[in-house]
């Protein structure tokens, strides 16, 4: 089964981010197009293979141009958008990283401390109730990053990814 994204537009520019000078074929679409496309792909179940279809109202000089340009800018951006997610991706496991160990070292000097305070009275029980938890607060961030933060970069980078291998159709509704 399919899930078909369609996409209509005045002209071709549209899709493109107007404020990139590269190339047609690298340059970013535009942010609407991409919060667009990539919203209606979310929409369809996973194991659906996409296709996006775009409408211009206005006729290109060159529609099979304009296919291969829009087929290939589409192919790219994603593609580009995948491996953007991927690097964010291992840049929070280094982060990931960073924070276990400081946060381990951190809990381990807590829970050193807090044992050499023998409790003898209310004020050192309550110095090491404090050391306990500040140790254990110390590893939120490393368990937010391993527990909740990393899956959804990975689901976004498939999503890309699938982006970026979806068949392009171009129909043109007027004529020059």
């Given at each position: 089964?399919?899930?078909?994204?369609?996409?209509k537009l005045t002209e071709l520019n549209q899709l493109f981010n107007s404020m990139d000078p590269s190339p047609f074929h690298e340059r970013d679409?535009?942010?609407?197009?991409?919060?667009?496309i990539v919203s209606w792909a979310q929409e369809h179940p996973r194991q659906h293979e996409l296709k996006l279809v775009v409408h211009l109202a206005q006729h290109p000089p060159d529609v099979a141009d304009a296919r291969q340009l829009i087929a290939s800018s589409i192919t790219h951006y994603f593609q580009y958008r995948a491996d953007m997610t991927l690097r964010d991706f291992k840049r929070l496991m280094r982060e990931g990283r960073a924070s276990l160990l400081i946060g381990l070292l951190f809990l381990g000097a807590c829970q050193l401390t807090a044992t050499l305070l023998a409790p003898t009275s209310n004020w050192q029980s309550i110095i090491r109730e404090g050391l306990t938890i500040m140790g254990w607060v110390a590893m939120w961030k490393p368990l937010e990053i391993y527990l909740y933060r990393w899956w959804p970069l990975l689901s976004l980078r498939k999503l890309y990814q699938r982006l970026s291998h979806m068949p392009v159709e171009l129909h043109c509704s007027a004529s020059t």
């Open positions: 089964m399919t899930g078909l994204i369609e996409v679409l535009d942010h609407d197009a991409e919060e667009f």
